[in-house]
Structure formats: structure tokens, C-alpha cells
């Protein structure tokens, strides 16, 4: 097949880890026949410092015309002034929304070769496998009014927490399916004890839950399910929650996995355009120094191969190699071991090629 790819590295260890992850999808593309056309753009600070915008429009276009877009990570200190009008974290929040990848998909596994680089204890590790869906393109990140103004009071800020139905009902439809496909149990998480936004998302996903007759559906607090997530990790399924409910916990679950170098995402909409990105940001403090973990980009590029080319024995080959290589211990600095980043790919690599 034939595909056309667009590469955004960003900010800080974005494109070292970049680079390791393309490196494996070069090889895959080449082994199994097939036409892999990459185009490379800037988003993040490196936007801002060459463009002045965090995306430039061209890069957008770019983006839309692709079969899939691969990120690294945007920001860093050197653009963090509160104060600027121009952030790193717009690009990004831009190309979601203009993409209309409202589905962000983070899978949580724990390998087991890990379980002690988690700071949980073992046996509450077991069997850990989740999915968490995190709405994309709606909720606090985007509602409007969002304004700073000076009042006889004193200086105030508002954002909004805005869901229309339709925006709930196409994320929590498609955790259903995804759901159908695993363990066949979701849990919608929300506040619906003090959020009008929430006990819309909780009607609306009740209603959607009805036409999945096979797949449970609770609701929970996102209190209660942050606590869960820690003291019963291995009782969830597949998770869907709103924007920035789904930012926190996911961050929160990625301890369970050891690192959170280790957690890939795909952003999905309507089409089989998506956006991959690993869930980590920029680590400014180890940039350059080819030292960071790149599991969580790799596995992305895993998921673009299977949600947006529909490469599924491709995507689970990398997989495949991953769990390998990290069975046998090989690992980068933030799970204790040695390997380079580009080291690690090399092994990732290795073992492809052997298969
Ligand atoms: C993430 C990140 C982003 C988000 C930031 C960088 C805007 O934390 O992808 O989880 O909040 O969505
Ligand atoms: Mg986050």
C-alpha cells in the first residue's frame, strides 16, 4: 500500500524520539512492500521561534491531506511566559480540533518484566490492562467565553466547561465499540454531582450504552475513579471521560506502566486520518541527550499502522518486538536501564528483522 505521512518532531526530546520511532516504521513499511511518503513540519516552540504561530497554516493543509500525522512532543521553559500570546500547546490544540480528532485513545498495560518500576505494589498490578478514551476537542480546552479582565472586584478568568450531546455521544460510542472488541466493560467518568456539562455526559451515555446491550456500562465520579485507578487499576476496561478529566488521569495511570515513556496515544475522528502521539511532553531537562525512552513513540506509530492504514499485522509485529525487548530487560534510563534512545531502537530493530 501507499501512504502519506506527516511528521511533526516539535519540542525538547520530540525529535530524538521521533527519529527512533520512524527508523522502525521505515523498515517495517520496507520489509512487508509498502510506500510510506514522509513530509516533515514544525509545531511547538520551534514554530513559534522560526514562524511566530505554533502551526503554520501550510502545516496544517499538510496534515489534513495526509493518511496520518505522527508528533513528538511540543513546549518547553523557554516559551512558558504566562504572559505570551503566542504558546506552544496552541499548535497542538489547533491541529486537534482542525483535524476533528475527537477520540483520544491511551492504552495502559503493565509488562510484567516492570511491575517493579511502578511504585505500586505488585499483586494490585496484575492483570492491568485498560483503555482510556479521553474526549479531544471539546470540554474546558475549548468552551467559550475564555477571558482575563479587570474588574472593580479585582482581576478574574474564566473558561468554560461546554458539551454539546452529539459531542458526547460520538466519544462514548465508539468506547462502547472498542469495549465490544476487549473485556466488554466501560466506565464513564464524570462529576455529575456537581457538573451540568457531566449529568449531560452521564444521560447521554446511559442512552448510548443501550445500544450495546453486551458491554456494561457504570458511571463514576472522577474522584472516586482517580482513587480506583490506584487501589483497583486492574477492574477497569475501557474509560471514557471528558478532555480534561482524561488529560489528569491518564498521567496518573501512566505510573502503573512504570514510566510514562512507556504510553503511546491515537486521536481518531470520523475518518481513518488520526494523530499519534506518545503521551509524555517535551522532558526539556533531558533533551538532546539521547537518553529518552522512545516505547510510547514507537508504539504509537504501532497504532497509526493499525487504525489509520490498517496494517494490523504490522502494528502487532512492533508490539510483538517491544514486549520482547523489554521482557529481556532491555531498557532506557527512566526504568533503570542503560540503552540510548537510538539504542533502543536498534534492538526493537534487531528483533524485527529477525522475524
Ligand atoms: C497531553 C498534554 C497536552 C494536553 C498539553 C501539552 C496541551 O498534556 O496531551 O496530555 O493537555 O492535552
Ligand atoms: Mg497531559
Not at 237 to 266: Q, Y
Request: proline share 5%; aromatic share 6%.
Amino acid at each position: 500500500m501507499e501512504a502519506r505521512i506527516a511528521l511533526l518532531p516539535g519540542d525538547g526530546i520530540g525529535p530524538e524520539v521521533m527519529s527512533a520511532a520512524v527508523r522502525i516504521l521505515k523498515m517495517v513499511a520496507e520489509h512487508r512492500g509498502h510506500k510510506l511518503h514522509f513530509e516533515e513540519y514544525l509545531i511547538g516552540g520551534c514554530s513559534i521561534d522560526t514562524f511566530g504561530v505554533a502551526l503554520t497554516e501550510e502545516a496544517l493543509n499538510a496534515c489534513k491531506k495526509a493518511d496520518a500525522v505522527l508528533l513528538g512532543a511540543v513546549g518547553g521553559p523557554k516559551w512558558d511566559n504566562p504572559a505570551a500570546s503566542v504558546r506552544p500547546e496552541q499548535g497542538l490544540l489547533m491541529l486537534r480540533k482542525e483535524l476533528g480528532v475527537y477520540a483520544n485513545l491511551r492504552p495502559v498495560r503493565v509488562h510484567p518484566a516492570l511491575v517493579h518500576a511502578s511504585p505500586l505494589k505488585p499483586q494490585q498490578l496484575q492483570g492491568v490492562d485498560m483503555i482510556v478514551v479521553r474526549e479531544l476537542t471539546g470540554g474546558l480546552y475549548f468552551g467559550k467565553p475564555r477571558l482575563r479582565e479587570k474588574t472593580p472586584q479585582g482581576e478574574r478568568a474564566i473558561d468554560t466547561l461546554e458539551y454539546y450531546d452529539f459531542e458526547v455521544e460520538r466519544v462514548v460510542d465508539l468506547a462502547f465499540r472498542l469495549a465490544a472488541t476487549r473485556r466488554k466493560m466501560v466506565t464513564s467518568v464524570d462529576k455529575a454531582n456537581v457538573l451540568e456539562s457531566s449529568r449531560l455526559w452521564r444521560q447521554v451515555a446511559q442512552r448510548v450504552g443501550e445500544r450495546y446491550p453486551q458491554v456494561s456500562l457504570s458511571h463514576m465520579l472522577v474522584d472516586t475513579a482517580s482513587m480506583r485507578l490506584i487501589s483497583s487499576p486492574a477492574s477497569f476496561d475501557v474509560i471514557v471521560t471528558e478532555n480534561m478529566f482524561g488529560d489528569i488521569l491518564t498521567d496518573e495511570a501512566s505510573v502503573l506502566a512504570g514510566s510514562m515513556g512507556m504510553l503511546p496515544s491515537a486521536s481518531l475522528g470520523n475518518s481513518n486520518l488520526g494523530l499519534y502521539e506518545p503521551i509524555h511532553g517535551s522532558a526539556p531537562d533531558i533533551a538532546g541527550k539521547d537518553i529518552a525512552n522512545p516505547v510510547g513513540m514507537i508504539l504509537s506509530v504501532a497504532m497509526m499502522l493499525r487504525y489509520s492504514l490498517k496494517l494490523e499485522e504490522e502494528a502487532s509485529l512492533i508490539e510483538k518486538a517491544v514486549d520482547q525487548v523489554i521482557s529481556s530487560q532491555q531498557l532506557t534510563a527512566d526504568l533503570g536501564g542503560s540503552l540510548t534512545t537510538r539504542q533502543m531502537a536498534d534492538v526493537v530493530l534487531e528483533y524485527i528483522s529477525k522475524t
